[in-house]
């Protein structure tokens, strides 16, 4: 496409016949025939690929002048290695007959016109320096600009006099002269010039103008504005080290995947947590490090983002290559960057080696476990003294300790299920718990933990939604657990007396429940981590209120163990719905 023309090109175009737009590349080879228009398209690209002048001359014979000949040059815009962007064309009419003396002088005229034409439409500021005492010759109006200066201060004047501070950069305008000399061209990047109105970052480039005799008389300058780009590269060189001191401080590595050529490329801190001698290797070689229970929990991960095109952050254990006893615990995050079509050419992430953070976890899970293991032993003798108490008062009048003693029982209930709760977490983490499913009616296990809930939380009125009979195929008692739960959260977060009103009912293929409060409800930015592990909702409403937040993760687990979904709707100050569904069969799957 070309960018820029000056006037004299324009009457060239209209003079020969040109009928498109004045930006169309095409003008020139149209006119031309087959043959020639293959060697102008060979030279422009021999330009671009050797950053080097060539020079043509061609014959319009579907002009409107076919006794002329056209002679072309091109000449590349250099820009430090970068491949070349810009050519600059000029381009001059020779008459079939040499002798055409008028023609002759009418063509330097349109010479010296599209020179200046040239000069005054580029889009770069632009110069020509006259001699070793570099003159200002010629100075348009964007260098002008850049300077600070008027065309009367600079033209006829020697650089160094125009530009005072150059005087500082001695080195710099002996590298301008030494073209002279050397003939060849000059690329000065990041240049920073300061003047009064104008201080910044710029790529010059000097090019050498050679007379008949292969003499360099002048040289073309051209100055184009990139302080933009350098400040943002200081910019992101800044972002770059403090990401640097931010991963060296937490200890975290980072990784690249070449998909294309399938190999992974790690930072110095990632070698070390994988223990490697080589910070490259192959997918399959890494493959062989994970540990190969969670292969597939990785790889389904990993899958799942580059189809939504979002990020993952995901544990896993590796054992460290030759040592298969050693295993390391890894938190690995990511994302993929894709082309322009779409498709995925590279994976970018870090890494973290948490297993002292996941070995801290065990210890810790186990000694959960232990300890709610050897407090079930008292608790179930005290609730069975507490029976047998209740059981030899039946035969006397004395209903205060009856009372005191359904009190007690409904407190040791409540132990029972924390102590429960914290057994099932350490099964949960260390992935034994077990589901043993049978055929059972699910309404009358959710009318036996109503009644208990009843006994439990008697200031609130429980409802019961639902057919007489529903047989579902699940654990009864870990999903007795769930409802439980539900009930115990919708009285504890709802003010007394208020209805808490649980419903069954069968969508599609699925068993829904739902269990509904009237309670003080739930903030939209706490809703996705409820269900984590030990996360409890802060806030002066839920000060008071006891709980280790390990019930709603519990219920989690439980329901996705069973193949099924958890959620919650809510609205804050005017309760929640918390909704389980379970596969529906009557049958043992």
Same mark, same amino acid.
């Given at each position: 496409?070309? !960018?820029?023309?000056?006037?004299?090109?324009?009457?060239?175009?209209?003079?020969?016949?040109?009928?498109?737009?004045?930006?169309?590349?095409?003008?020139?080879?149209?006119?031309?025939?087959?043959?020639?228009?293959?060697?102008?398209?060979?030279?422009? /690209?021999?330009?671009? /690929?050797?950053?080097?002048?060539?020079?043509?001359?061609?014959?319009? =014979?579907?002009?409107?002048?076919?006794?002329? +000949?056209?002679?072309?040059?091109?000449? #590349?815009?250099?820009?430090?290695?970068? #491949?070349?962007?810009?050519?600059?064309?000029?381009?001059?009419?020779?008459?079939?007959?040499?002798?055409?003396?008028?023609?002759?002088? $009418?063509?330097?005229?349109?010479?010296?016109?599209?020179?200046?034409?040239?000069?005054?439409?580029?889009?770069?500021?632009?110069?020509?320096?006259?001699?070793?005492?570099?003159?200002?010759?010629?100075?348009?109006?964007?260098?002008?600009?850049?300077?600070?200066?008027?065309?009367?201060?600079?033209?006829?004047?020697?650089?160094?006099?125009?530009?005072?501070?150059?005087?500082?950069?001695?080195?710099?305008? +002996?590298?301008?002269?030494?073209? $002279?000399?050397?003939?060849?061209?000059?690329?000065?990047?990041?240049?920073?010039?300061?003047?009064?109105?104008?201080?910044?970052?710029?790529?010059?480039?000097?090019?050498?103008?050679?007379?008949?005799?292969?003499?360099?008389?002048?040289?073309?300058?051209?100055?184009?504005?990139?302080?933009? /780009?350098?400040?943002?590269?200081?910019?992101?060189? +800044?972002?770059?080290?403090?990401?640097?001191?931010?991963?060296?401080?937490?200890?975290?590595?980072?990784?690249?995947?070449?998909?294309?050529?399938? /190999?992974?490329?790690?930072?110095?801190?990632?070698?070390?947590?994988?223990?490697?001698?080589?910070?490259?290797?192959?997918?399959?070689?890494?493959?062989?490090?994970?540990?190969?229970?969670?292969?597939?929990?990785?790889?389904?991960? =990993?899958?799942?983002?580059?189809?939504?095109?979002?990020?993952?952050?995901?544990?896993?254990?590796?054992?460290?290559?030759? =040592?298969?006893?050693?295993?390391?615990?890894?938190?690995?995050?990511?994302?993929?960057?894709?082309?322009?079509?779409?498709?995925?050419?590279?994976?970018?992430?870090?890494?973290?080696?948490?297993?002292?953070?996941?070995?801290?976890?065990?210890?810790?899970?186990?000694? =959960?476990?232990?300890?709610?293991?050897?407090? +079930?032993?008292?608790?179930?003798?005290?609730?069975?003294?507490?029976?047998?108490?209740?059981?030899?008062?039946?035969?006397?009048?004395?209903?205060?300790?009856?009372?005191?003693?359904?009190?007690?029982?409904?407190?040791?209930?409540?132990?029972?299920?924390?102590?429960?709760?914290?057994?099932?977490?350490?099964?949960?983490?260390?992935?034994?718990?077990?589901?043993?499913?049978?055929?059972?009616?699910?309404?009358?296990?959710?009318?036996?933990?109503?009644?208990?809930?009843?006994?439990?939380?008697?200031?609130?009125?429980?409802?019961?939604?639902?057919?007489?009979?529903?047989?579902?195929?699940?654990?009864?008692?870990?999903?007795?657990?769930?409802?439980?739960?539900?009930?115990?959260?919708?009285?504890?977060?709802?003010?007394?007396?208020?209805?808490?009103?649980?419903?069954?009912?069968?969508?599609?293929?699925?068993?829904?429940?739902?269990?509904?409060?009237?309670?003080?409800?739930?903030?939209?930015?706490?809703? #996705?981590?409820?269900?984590?592990?030990?996360?409890?909702?802060?806030?002066?409403?839920?000060?008071?209120?006891?709980?280790?937040?390990?019930?709603?993760?519990?219920?989690?687990? !439980?329901?996705?163990?069973?193949?099924?979904?958890?959620?919650?709707?809510?609205?804050?100050?005017?309760?929640?719905?918390?909704? $389980?569904?379970?596969?529906?069969?009557?049958?043992?799957?």
């Amino acid at each position: 496409m070309v !960018v820029e023309h000056n006037d004299a090109y324009q009457a060239l175009i209209t003079r020969v016949g040109g009928k498109s737009k004045f930006n169309d590349i095409d003008i020139i080879p149209n006119l031309l025939s087959d043959t020639e228009k293959a060697i102008l398209i060979k030279t422009v /690209q021999k330009v671009s /690929q050797l950053k080097d002048k060539q020079q043509l001359v061609i014959h319009p =014979i579907y002009s409107n002048s076919p006794k002329v +000949k056209w002679e072309l040059e091109f000449s #590349p815009v250099l820009q430090s290695d970068r #491949p070349v962007e810009y050519l600059i064309c000029s381009l001059r009419e020779i008459p079939m007959d040499e002798n055409d003396l008028e023609h002759i002088l $009418f063509e330097l005229s349109e010479s010296e016109t599209r020179f200046r034409g040239f000069f005054e439409q580029a889009p770069l500021g632009m110069c020509v320096l006259k001699g070793t005492e570099l003159i200002t010759e010629y100075a348009n109006d964007n260098i002008l600009k850049i300077w600070g200066k008027s065309r009367k201060e600079v033209i006829g004047i020697p650089l160094e006099e125009v530009r005072p501070e150059f005087e500082i950069q001695q080195s710099h305008v +002996k590298r301008i002269k030494d073209i $002279f000399k050397s003939k060849q061209p000059l690329t000065i990047n990041e240049l920073k010039l300061s003047t009064a109105v104008s201080d910044g970052y710029f790529i010059a480039l000097y090019e050498p103008l050679k007379n008949d005799k292969n003499e360099v008389t002048r040289i073309l300058v051209m100055i184009k504005d990139i302080t933009e /780009q350098v400040n943002f590269k200081k910019e992101l060189l +800044k972002a770059k080290d403090i990401l640097k001191i931010a991963m060296d401080a937490s200890e975290m590595g980072s990784w690249n995947i070449d998909l294309a050529h399938k /190999q992974i490329l790690l930072s110095e801190r990632a070698q070390q947590i994988y223990e490697l001698e080589n910070n490259r290797l192959d997918i399959e070689e890494a493959k062989s490090m994970i540990y190969p229970e969670d292969i597939g929990h990785l790889t389904r991960g =990993i899958i799942r983002a580059l189809h939504h095109r979002n990020a993952f952050n995901i544990e896993y254990q590796i054992n460290l290559k030759g =040592i298969t006893a050693k295993r390391k615990w890894i938190r690995t995050a990511g994302k993929a960057y894709y082309n322009e079509d779409g498709k995925a050419i590279y994976i970018a992430g870090a890494v973290l080696d948490i297993t002292e953070h996941k070995q801290d976890e065990i210890r810790k899970n186990d000694f =959960i476990g232990m300890v709610s293991h050897e407090l +079930k032993t008292p608790l179930t003798s005290l609730s069975a003294y507490v029976q047998l108490l209740q059981h030899k008062l039946k035969e006397t009048d004395n209903s205060l300790h009856a009372q005191i003693l359904d009190k007690i029982n409904v407190q040791l209930k409540k132990m029972s299920l924390m102590i429960d709760g914290f057994l099932n977490i350490s099964l949960l983490e260390s992935g034994k718990i077990l589901l043993n499913k049978t055929n059972f009616n699910f309404i009358e296990l959710v009318k036996t933990i109503t009644e208990e809930s009843r006994m439990v939380s008697p200031s609130h009125f429980i409802q019961v939604i639902g057919p007489e009979e529903l047989y579902v195929y699940a654990d009864m008692e870990k999903i007795g657990n769930v409802i439980s739960n539900l009930i115990g959260n919708a009285a504890k977060y709802s003010k007394k007396e208020s209805l808490i009103a649980i419903k069954c009912e069968i969508q599609k293929d699925d068993l829904v429940v739902s269990v509904e409060d009237e309670g003080m409800g739930i903030r939209e930015n706490d809703i #996705p981590r409820l269900f984590d592990r030990f996360y409890r909702v802060e806030s002066p409403d839920t000060k008071t209120i006891a709980g280790f937040g390990v019930g709603l993760y519990i219920c989690a687990e !439980v329901i996705e163990r069973h193949k099924g979904k958890i959620w919650v709707e809510s609205k804050l100050g005017k309760g929640s719905t918390f909704y $389980f569904s379970l596969p529906f069969s009557n049958e043992p799957q």
